[in-house]
């Protein structure tokens, strides 16, 4: 009860949202790879300028791997300008979505069909459950600002579709992990996928099945 009554004041608490800059999404990034030393992590960084990723106005963020000639596997992540300017964004939500298009490097199984990607699924949970704690200590954030990240996630997936609640739960039960590389789990499922992960507590199951 906790959790939902912070974040309930966080998505009530409006001023939180503001468009962040392209130097405050910097700071989360080098906040990121100092949480992840071993990892080869860039932020749009694959582009004909080097501003080209932060001039597009599309309220995107995405993710690709790659190798160098070492073999070593380099995640990219994209964190277009339009989705930083959204008002309803933040560091801390800035911060959820690199941790989830990492994930899809890094958080490992269910995979995408045909990919090395991890599903979307999988992506959100290593956000809330392994990414943000860890973050933490870098960008000298209290463990609130998880839930600040969950609320401005929460704010973002109801532009999108049916609106998710955080006093409600997506009761469905699936009997197989959709691996559809197009595959987005609803809008309830994937905020209970957030909650429990920053809840410490198993996937739900309406993406997930166990074994």
């Known amino acids: 009860m906790k ?5 309930l004041a966080v998505c009530l608490s409006t001023p939180l949202f503001a468009a962040i800059t392209e130097g405050e999404l910097d700071a989360v990034f080098t906040a990121l790879k100092n949480a992840y030393p071993d990892e080869k992590i860039d932020l749009n960084a694959l582009g004909p300028t080097p501003d080209f990723w932060w001039n597009l106005e599309a309220p995107r963020a995405s993710y690709s791997a790659s190798k160098n000639s070492e073999g070593e596997i380099l995640h990219h992540l994209f964190f277009f300008g339009g989705l930083a300017r959204l008002p309803e964004m933040s560091p801390e939500g800035a911060a959820l979505i690199l941790c989830h298009e ?20 999988e992506a959100d949970y290593f956000a809330t459950y392994s990414c943000l704690p860890r973050l933490l200590s870098y960008l000298s954030w209290d463990s609130e600002s998880i839930i600040s990240g969950i609320a401005v996630q929460l704010v ?16 469905q039960v699936v009997e197989e992990i959709n691996q ?25 199951r309406c993406w997930w099945v166990p074994n």
């Open 3 to 7: 959790l939902i009554g912070l974040l």
């Open 156 to 171: 973002l997936i109801n532009k999108q579709g049916a609106a998710a609640n955080y006093e409600e739960r997506d009761e």
């Open 102 to 121: 990492l994930g899809h490097g890094i958080a490992g199984p269910p995979l995408k069909r045909g990919s090395s990607s991890s599903v979307e699924g």
């Open 180 to 204: 559809d590389p197009s595959f987005y789990p609803g809008n309830q499922c994937r905020l209970d996928t957030l909650l429990a992960g920053a809840r410490r507590e198993e996937r739900p």
